[in-house]
């Protein structure tokens, strides 16, 4: 018989509730914490989590290493959402930009509507309510934009 304080259960109480009694032989209680034997240990949280180690030579990085199912999948959609916050705030900072220098060109006369980025397609709109798609919005700014209502003023 072994002692309590010199079994695996007694040396190592928080390894000890991941032991798998299914699996396993014997209780933690019945098996010395120094003993060369094989033994099975489970998540006690999740019980899908199984693996198996020597308890003569095991540590904690079995133990602390696992991420139960439920909570990986509950990590990844906070770091999806706070990815997609981050990539908001992005497009949001370079439409704010964007429209800053619009503004700046051609004072208040043209407004974005659809903006994808500096080197893609957008439409603008006109104050008098006429719409441009334009093939990049860096064009509209480096060129004139012309609305058709100040081609017809000119005549």
């Given at each position: 018989m072994i002692e309590y304080?010199?079994?695996f259960e007694g040396v190592y109480p928080s390894m000890a509730i991941w032991w798998d009694?299914?699996?396993n032989d014997l209780k933690p209680s019945e098996v010395k914490y120094n003993q060369d034997y094989y033994a099975w240990f489970r998540c006690p949280k999740c019980k899908e989590y199984t693996f198996r180690r020597n308890i003569k030579f095991i540590s904690t990085?079995?133990?602390?290493n696992h991420?139960?199912?439920?909570?990986?999948n509950e990590l990844l959609?906070?770091?999806?959402?706070?990815?997609?916050?981050?990539e908001q705030n992005k497009y949001d900072k370079r439409l704010e930009r964007a429209s800053e220098e619009l503004k700046n060109k051609y004072d208040d006369n043209w407004k974005i509507i659809d903006f994808k980025g500096y080197m893609?397609?957008?439409?603008?709109q006109h104050?008098?309510?006429?719409?441009?798609?334009?093939?990049?919005?860096?064009?509209?700014i480096k060129n004139n934009l012309k609305c058709d209502c100040e081609k017809k003023n000119k005549k």
């Amino acid at each position: 018989m072994i002692e309590y304080s010199n079994s695996f259960e007694g040396v190592y109480p928080s390894m000890a509730i991941w032991w798998d009694n299914e699996l396993n032989d014997l209780k933690p209680s019945e098996v010395k914490y120094n003993q060369d034997y094989y033994a099975w240990f489970r998540c006690p949280k999740c019980k899908e989590y199984t693996f198996r180690r020597n308890i003569k030579f095991i540590s904690t990085f079995s133990f602390v290493n696992h991420i139960c199912k439920d909570k990986k999948n509950e990590l990844l959609k906070l770091k999806e959402k706070s990815k997609s916050e981050e990539e908001q705030n992005k497009y949001d900072k370079r439409l704010e930009r964007a429209s800053e220098e619009l503004k700046n060109k051609y004072d208040d006369n043209w407004k974005i509507i659809d903006f994808k980025g500096y080197m893609k397609p957008c439409i603008l709109q006109h104050s008098c309510g006429e719409t441009k798609k334009i093939t990049r919005f860096n064009n509209a700014i480096k060129n004139n934009l012309k609305c058709d209502c100040e081609k017809k003023n000119k005549k």
